[in-house]
């Protein structure tokens, strides 16, 4: 079994084209997407209608909360964004779950953590800064899953762990690359003899074009800082 799962498209058309192509020849047995669809300024309405056909969202992000109007904040692009999509799309973004389970039980996808798409998986936050999270940490976050693997996004990082005999992936982002890598991103999760093995992909795309419509159509100051992170691949 083949598992295709994208995440954090950031409302880039750009980048998750180029993924989409990816996806398709690879020829998985299924796509799942990990949220955040559409909080960006790279032609987030033709992000919207490329993930409805061929990835709609599996779980709920953290920034897809801020389109439903689940959370306040950055109202500048929540007030630019809107009328851009379809009338309905908050309402479904906003009523997605925060976890699903595929693979007859044994993949848990979310967006942050199962606990939260705020949450951080493999990373704490503390006065000292960002750290890699313990085992205990992870293991708390995770809850009560007992299945093999669990794969989440959110932190625009690719990461890997095992913890008490869990798989745990973080997928990187198709937009807003943090590693100064400016490659969209997804992983493929192949399951041969009862084993599951994680593959980060890694694909180029057109930024130099993203961003120009970034510049072109973002919000005012919004776009300039979007297309700037989309061509250094680091945060803006």
Do not use: C
């Not at 953590?113 to 503390?126: C, M, N």
């Amino acid at each position: 079994m083949r598992l295709a799962i994208l995440g954090d498209v950031h409302g880039n058309a750009f980048a998750l084209r180029a993924v989409l192509d990816d996806i398709a020849a690879a020829a998985p047995d299924e796509v799942l997407n990990l949220g955040d669809a559409v909080w960006g300024a790279s032609d987030p309405a033709a992000a919207w209608a490329l993930q409805q056909e061929h990835a709609p969202p599996s779980v709920r992000g953290n920034t897809d909360e801020r389109v439903a109007g689940l959370r306040d904040g950055k109202a500048a692009l929540r007030d630019w964004l809107l009328p851009l999509l379809p009338p309905d799309a908050p309402r479904q973004l906003g009523t997605l779950p925060t976890t699903m389970d595929t693979a007859d039980g044994e993949v848990r996808v979310a967006h942050g953590s199962p606990r939260s798409p705020w949450e951080d998986l493999l990373l704490t936050k503390g006065e000292e800064g960002t750290r890699s999270a313990t085992r205990p940490e992870i293991r708390e976050r995770l809850g009560d899953f007992a299945g093999r693997v669990v794969v989440v996004g959110h932190t625009h990082w690719e990461m890997l762990s095992v913890v008490d005999g869990v798989t745990v992936v973080n997928a990187g982002p198709v937009s807003r690359q943090k590693d100064g890598l400016p490659l969209a991103r997804w992983v493929l999760l192949t399951r041969r003899g009862g084993v599951w093995t994680p593959e980060f992909r890694r694909t180029p795309y057109d930024t130099a074009a993203a961003a120009a419509w970034a510049r072109a159509h973002g919000p005012e100051g919004i776009g300039g800082r979007e297309a700037a992170q989309l061509l250094s691949g680091k945060e803006a």
